[in-house]
């Protein structure tokens, strides 16, 4: 897809990390960005910031979810670009043993359920309803295309850690998401593709201990760093870019395997 002034695209998670890198390289290019966050003073100082528009969204709520669609889309025209950035992560084993007790328990539900809904479903509202409104969208290029929607997974859903069930379950899921919903709005010229990000500089791991985030960096080849959320929204702009990227995923990762713990 070309990038322009008449392009607007809604990125979710887009008030930091690897949503603010995506919304700030598509902005570079013209478009106009939306964004989701629920960091409402820093969603609103980043879309000041890039001329665009904020909208207060839980992603994993549908009428939050639609909610925002209309906010954005009265102020910035019909998306042609989704990128589903927002996401959460942590740790909890299948079943375990606590250490003071010995006391053996099971994974909690209601922790498992809130990833998932945040993370995967949050991700299928925003593509599927992204998807219907672009539908209505005349082409943009003589191929048919209308729009692209880009969903980011994790390395976690191939080598998913010890502790990372239900995280590496939400974004294995959205990693399974892209071929089938490829297939499914290819007659509308509408593409979705998967990035599966690996060690990034987001909120997630700037919550870790120093030595936690060095035994990380160990794994990565080369470069042998985190990456950048720059880095993530020049491949989120590739991705969109390049109309022969359809169904597919891509890791960025520097070459790094996550290690079992």
Same mark, same amino acid.
């Given at each position: 897809?070309?990038?322009?002034?008449?392009?607007?695209?809604?990125?979710?998670?887009?008030?930091?990390?690897?949503?603010?890198?995506?919304?700030?390289?598509?902005?570079?290019?013209?478009?106009?960005?939306?964004?989701?966050?629920?960091?409402?003073?820093?969603?609103?100082?980043?879309?000041?910031?890039?001329?665009?528009?904020?909208?207060?969204?839980?992603?994993?709520?549908?009428?939050?979810?639609? $909610?925002?669609? &209309? +906010?954005?889309?009265?102020?910035? %025209? !019909?998306?042609?670009?989704?990128?589903?950035?927002? *996401? /959460?992560?942590?740790?909890?084993?299948?079943?375990?043993?606590?250490?003071?007790?010995?006391?053996?328990?099971?994974?909690?539900?209601?922790?498992?359920?809130?990833?998932?809904?945040?993370?995967?479903?949050?991700?299928?509202?925003?593509?599927?309803?992204?998807?219907?409104?672009?539908?209505?969208?005349?082409?943009?290029?003589?191929?048919?295309?209308?729009?692209?929607?880009?969903?980011? $997974?994790?390395? &976690? +859903?191939?080598?998913?850690?010890? %502790? !990372?069930?239900?995280?590496?379950?939400?974004?294995? *899921? /959205?990693?399974?998401?892209?071929?089938?919903?490829?297939?499914?709005?290819?007659?509308?010229?509408?593409?979705?593709?998967?990035?599966?990000?690996?060690?990034?500089?987001?909120?997630?791991?700037?919550?870790?201990?120093?030595?936690?985030?060095?035994?990380?960096?160990?794994?990565?080849?080369?470069?042998?760093?985190?990456?950048?959320?720059?880095?993530?929204?020049?491949?989120?702009?590739?991705?969109?870019?390049? +109309?022969?990227?359809?169904?597919?995923?891509?890791?960025?990762?520097?070459?790094?395997?996550?290690?079992?713990?």
């Amino acid at each position: 897809m070309k990038l322009s002034s008449d392009i607007t695209a809604i990125i979710t998670g887009g008030a930091s990390g690897l949503g603010e890198g995506t919304a700030r390289a598509l902005a570079a290019s013209g478009v106009k960005v939306g964004i989701f966050d629920l960091n409402e003073e820093r969603g609103k100082q980043v879309a000041k910031e890039l001329s665009g528009a904020f909208a207060k969204v839980d992603v994993s709520d549908n009428d939050s979810v639609e $909610a925002g669609f &209309a +906010a954005i889309r009265a102020e910035l %025209g !019909q998306e042609r670009i989704m990128v589903n950035c927002a *996401g /959460i992560g942590g740790g909890m084993k299948t079943a375990s043993r606590k250490r003071d007790t010995g006391e053996i328990v099971a994974h909690d539900v209601a922790y498992f359920t809130r990833i998932i809904n945040i993370n995967l479903i949050g991700s299928f509202l925003c593509a599927s309803k992204s998807a219907a409104g672009m539908m209505g969208l005349e082409p943009t290029a003589p191929d048919g295309e209308r729009g692209v929607i880009l969903n980011t $997974a994790s390395v &976690a +859903a191939q080598d998913g850690q010890i %502790g !990372q069930l239900a995280y590496a379950a939400s974004k294995g *899921g /959205i990693l399974s998401m892209a071929l089938p919903m490829a297939r499914d709005l290819a007659r509308e010229g509408i593409r979705v593709n998967t990035i599966l990000p690996g060690f990034f500089e987001t909120p997630i791991y700037e919550q870790m201990k120093p030595e936690v985030k060095e035994s990380l960096r160990a794994h990565v080849q080369f470069p042998n760093r985190f990456g950048t959320p720059a880095e993530y929204g020049d491949l989120a702009k590739f991705m969109v870019e390049n +109309a022969y990227i359809n169904g597919e995923y891509i890791r960025t990762d520097a070459g790094a395997r996550m290690p079992p713990r």
